[in-house]
């Protein structure tokens, strides 16, 4: 190698979970780091990382067309959400007295409210005041250290809506420095329309919706909102075995206010992710962890509804050895903030997670819940270049002082998108 793109120096603190592969268990505590660190960047990979010294060796004779200084700082890999309803029209602060007087969450989508609230906005909208508002939510995350982000559809639950909503995800993903993975989630609610003919809709799902969003390559996954009162585990099983059969792999939304058996469910038929789980059962949690489904904990929604209960990630960690992640949830109701930072304070506080356990949940577990552990999630020779740069002394720094935004930098592909 005679050229080098860049050269990020000045690490006070290098911090990384080691490999490609997801970190089950305890391993979630044992992190990399490395002081006075210095990260070579070529053509949007990392080609060299090590003490600043190590680096430099490394790099005698070459030609570096940019350097910069982070000036001490801390640097880990770029975050990674990897689940949110990024994509909708409108907000729902109108519900907030409700569910402060008590009015469970359920209760106002039985009402017609809740997620099909949203469906209304979204079918209103066009393409491009979804993008508009969707982008605004973007740049929000990557301002946070995010650089990769999945984002489901369910708020347009008609062919036509659904598409349109995967299409602006589609055009984030090509216009945008964050990158988007698409989830087909036409299972988020049964439509006004279909009230009362859940099979019908289920029928929708299965033989137009999956087979049009395939053929388009408009997602990868395919996830249900397995719930009471929503689809149940038999509904849920039909549409995830349709989308494997389309080439969606299965993600679901399981267990998270009732344990209707959706950890089972998603141990069954070999989901890559199970989400939630609040109210998951000891046998759903071992049913994930012996056919490697990845626990995608989401402490934003349970602190927002208000909820007593959290899921619980120390079981997860210390008893199933699971290879927990991360993510704010995103969405205009049970968890509308698009701040990974404010979760990896509640995942300290509610989850009583480490912060080497929510880095590792944060990055490459949740680069595993998108099936990316390979290319993202750590600071590795050979992987993409996303660095996220925060001003903070070390990691447990960032749970500690919550409620700001520590991000000085962030780095995507290679190129500073934030400074
Ligand atoms: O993950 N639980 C279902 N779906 C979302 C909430 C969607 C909404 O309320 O708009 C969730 O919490
Ligand atoms: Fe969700």
Known sequence: MEQLDLLVTGIGRLVTPPGDAPRFGAEMNEVIEIETAAVAIHEGRIVHVGTEAEVMENLRGVTIAETIDVGGRLVTPGLVDPHTHLVH???REHELALKRSGVPYLEILAQ????????TATRAASEEELYKKARKSLNEMLLNGVTTVEAKSGYGLTTTDEL????????LHDTHPVDIVSTFMGAHAVPPEYKGRTEEYVDLIV?????KIADEFLAEFCDVFCEHGVFTVEQSRRILME????GLMPKIHADEIEPLGGAQLAGEIGAISAEHLLAATDEGLQEMADNGVTPVLLPGTSFNLGLQNHARARDMIDKYNLPVALSTDYNPGSCPTESIQLIIALASLNLKMTPEEI??????????????STDIGSIKVGKRADLAIFDAPNIKYLPYHFGINH???VIKNGQVVVW
């Open 89 to 91: 029209g409108g907000s």
């Open 112 to 119: 017609g409210g809740g997620i099909l609230s949203t469906v």
């Open 164 to 171: 349109k909503q995967l299409r602006v995800a589609k055009q």
């Open 207 to 211: 033989n137009e919706m999956l087979p």
């Open 243 to 246: 989308g494997k059969r389309n």
């Open 359 to 372: 880095l590792t949940a944060c990055t490459i577990n949740a680069a595993n819940a998108l099936g990316r």
């Open 407 to 409: 991000t000085f930098g």
